[in-house]
């Protein structure tokens, strides 16, 4: 399941710049404080796939990595950084693209509104975009991102999202979504995901938390992904999804339900419920990695794997609350 459709902001932000701009004023900065910025949203799961780590096969779908033991990445581990790592990437370039845009000058300016676009690349290009900003109330904001085709009919939305000005007390709150079927239906040969991905954050204050809902096509199924950000670097990250554990994705969906914590120097544990689906019974198992994210103890309720280690190594003791 990937998670974001990585736009072609790079694009949009070239299809843009060619619009006549207005010059820069400090009027217009107001309309970009509802903007997360892209460092702020990242899900930051600490540490990162080694060259060899990286080269090891996954299962496809959850591309949970399929060797464990021996010293190799901690397998649930791997899972949440798998995730969390994808979605990163995404807002990276969605956040990245639409800050290239807004930090020039808006193509038209207004008390409530600020328009930039509508502008096309070349005429190569099938699609134009605008990416517009209204004010609908004391410093509180909605933003859009819009597709037409170049031929002309609707504007599609292929991003909006919500957030507040710094004069408001929900500054560094607020929530953006990305709809990939009207990003693929403008840009065909480019978009390949399906569904929405909507992003909900607080930041205002730590723990910092982001919610992350993955909805690509039903029959697909579907993720929530929700990190908390604590102090001096450690967190949490709970992962509640409908997905097929079988490589061939070919049968039924299973339930997971997976909550993986760390502590400030990235040793931390896993714990994980499968259900439903193929499986004839539920599945429950514990994980626990070192601060260079080797599995250190594992154990499972139905020995799909033996038991390694023992509990006393764990950062953390006993299952989350439910």
Known sequence: MRSIEVVALAFVVSTLGSACALPASEEADRFREGLP???EVALRVPGGASATNAARPRSAGLRIATG??????????????DLTGAVDFGTAVILGGVWS????????????KAVWGPGAGNALEPAVWRFTVHEIGDAEYDYVLEGQPRGGGAWLTVMKG?????????HKQGWFEVDNDAYKALEPTRGKDEGTTKVTYDLRQIPATIAV???PEASKGWADVKVTHAQAGAGSVEITSLGDLDESKATALEDIHLVSRWTSDGSGRADVSMKNGDLPFTVDATECWSASFARVYY????????????PGVCAFTGSPAP
């Open 68 to 81: 464990t033991g021996g010293g190799e990445t901690a397998r649930y581990y791997q899972l949440t950084r």
């Open 37 to 39: 910025l892209q460092q």
């Open 101 to 112: 845009i807004v930090h020039s000058a808006p193509t038209t300016l207004e008390p409530k």
């Open 299 to 310: 154990k499972d309720t139905v020995d799909f794997e033996p038991q390694t280690g023992a």
């Open 213 to 215: 809902e993955l909805r």
């Open 162 to 170: 919500h957030g507040y000005g710094k004069s408001r007390s929900e």
